[in-house]
């Protein structure tokens, strides 16, 4: 049974409780009410309102009726054109209408009061919690949008839950959030229970409830650590130009200063590493390589294989670069299995052919970069998400985490 008197204490604890807004609450309790008020009557084709004083538990239920006249509805068989048929459940005639509001116009609403009732029975009170909790549904998620949307792309703690399909679900304490296969740092183990932190990728609307979707993998997961770790680069002193990531593994960071006389490799780095080591500590001892960003195309290749010294850069038609390292130089530029080689194509978005400068004429084993993958990270440019569709299939289970 649903006693009406009681409703307002449960309003405000619902509130309380889910974190929700009184006056949303508010609201779904009248919609749980007009649909039990017109469960009890049997009435299935008239529009039922209730409204609820907050202060004195007193309900108020009312009939609606909207305003048509012969260009809005069809009166009877043989009127003209495709228009729906009048309805006096649902309908009323303006020349009626105006005895009751004489300035009503065509698509009003008018309302017409209802006996009260103060209890119903058990089939409506079912019918009234179902309701409700359809709505309170509806107010998380408009809450978690509204509050998580804007959250996008920053940096958030949360507790690792359970796993599924290999998708990992965290607890982020009023929400849930998912982190797929690919939005995990290869190699990094995971335990429920285990706090860490992670990228808010982004947040889905389009699922039965809100998508929250993480990410430890994405580059600007390091930009945004750094962020956190180094003063210059949240106050804009020192830009992350460029990021070219294989997490896990190395990642590499094209850095420049705002200002003459700071050093941006310097402020990312830290008092004897301090600032980078926290990065690295939270990416699983992740090389970094940081590197100073040029408008200068050659000087910008030559930069992005430290630890490589370079001693020249030729640029060729198609966005190519070769690129001479002297002889000792030649295996740190090419990296293990090509890897610095390829961070530091990635990084400048130019093609390179490494070779040694006693060398010239002999193509090195990994040395070589003839296409560029869509895997860099220009902070200056959007990036799509790549997981949309395993996204939309699977966060339609994170309601079930939260209720």
Do not use: C
Not at 233 to 240: K, M, N, S
């Amino acid at each position: 049974m649903i006693n009406i008197k009681d409703l307002s204490k449960v309003i405000k604890q619902i509130a309380e409780e889910k974190g929700l807004n009184p006056d949303g609450v508010l609201s779904a309790v009248e919609s749980a009410l007009a649909s039990a008020y017109k469960k009890e009557t049997g009435k299935k084709n008239e529009i039922i309102r209730a409204k609820l004083d907050p202060k004195t538990g007193t309900v108020s239920f009312y009939q609606v009726k909207t305003v048509v006249d012969e260009n809005t509805v069809k009166l009877d068989k043989d009127s003209p054109g495709d228009l729906p048929k009048f309805n006096p459940d649902k309908q009323i005639l303006l020349e009626e209408a105006k005895k009751i509001k004489p300035d009503v116009k065509v698509g009003e609403e008018l309302l017409f009061n209802l006996p009260a009732k103060e209890e119903f029975g058990r089939i409506a009170a079912q019918v009234a919690k179902q309701v409700i909790i359809q709505k309170i549904r509806e107010l998380e998620k408009e809450t978690l949008l509204t509050e998580w949307k804007g959250k996008e792309g920053t940096i958030v703690s949360g507790v690792i839950q359970r796993f599924d399909r290999g998708n990992i679900y965290v607890d982020l304490g009023k929400a849930v959030g998912i982190m797929f296969p690919n939005d995990s740092i290869p190699g990094e183990h995971y335990k429920a229970g285990d706090r860490m932190r992670f990228l808010i990728l982004a947040v889905q609307e389009e699922t039965n409830y809100p998508g929250i979707i993480l990410s430890r993998s994405h580059p600007d997961f390091v930009k945004k650590l750094f962020e956190m770790e180094v003063p210059e680069v949240a106050e804009g002193v020192v830009l992350i130009k460029a990021i070219a990531r294989e997490p896990g593994s190395r990642t590499k960071i094209a850095v420049t200063a705002t200002q003459p006389n700071i050093d941006p490799i310097g402020a990312l780095v830290g008092p004897r590493g301090t600032r980078v080591m926290v990065v690295m500590n939270e990416l699983g001892r992740e090389r970094i390589d940081i590197v100073e960003w040029s408008e200068n195309p050659e000087k910008f290749i030559a930069n992005s294989l430290s630890p490589a010294k370079v001693h020249s850069v030729e640029l060729l038609p198609r966005r190519f670069a070769k690129i001479l390292v002297p002889e000792d130089q030649l295996s740190l530029a090419i990296g293990k299995g090509g890897q610095n080689v390829r961070l530091a194509a990635k990084l400048t978005n130019w093609k390179m052919d490494v070779r040694s400068i006693t060398r010239p004429e002999e193509v090195q084993e990994g040395g070589v970069v003839d296409s560029l993958e869509d895997e860099v990270q220009n902070t200056d440019q959007n990036t799509e998400d790549q997981n949309e569709n395993q996204q939309t299939e699977n966060t339609q289970d994170i309601q079930e985490d939260k209720n």
